[in-house]
């Protein structure tokens, strides 16, 4: 299983980036897969989630309104488009799947968890 984020870097205040994560090893279809983040000293944080089989998505609080979560079944990846960022949204994200039996989004970032892609915000 592999779940490889790419996309990260630097951006300012106000600015965009977008964040992919290609997966392999499972069936894509029958996984929620989403984003968490975490910052130094900071606890993990849930960023998005999306469900493949039905395209419902979650966000947390904090992302609401600014980020935008996507997926693309015929490659087997997921996109987070994160608008009018800010400096507390700096850390780093990892993108995680867990097989989909009927909950949601609710427990993604128990599964399978890849490396992850660093966000800088400057102010």
């Known amino acids: 299983v592999q779940l490889q984020a790419s996309g990260g870097g630097l951006a300012q205040t106000g600015g965009s980036l977008r964040l992919s994560c290609a997966t392999s090893?499972?069936?894509?279809?029958?996984?929620?897969i989403g984003w968490y983040r975490q910052a130094p000293g900071k606890e993990r944080e849930g960023v998005s989630c999306?469900?493949?089989?039905?395209?419902?998505?979650w966000y947390g609080d904090s992302v609401k309104g600014r980020f935008a979560i996507s997926k693309d079944s015929s490659k087997n990846t997921i996109y987070l488009e994160m608008n009018n960022l800010q400096p507390e949204d700096t850390a780093v994200y990892h993108c995680a799947a867990d097989a989909d039996y009927g909950l949601g989004c609710k427990d993604f970032m128990t599964g399978y968890r890849g490396q992850g892609t660093l966000v800088t915000v400057s102010s």
């Open positions: 999306i469900l493949i089989r039905d395209g419902s998505t």
């Open positions: 090893g499972f069936t894509f279809n029958r996984y929620a």
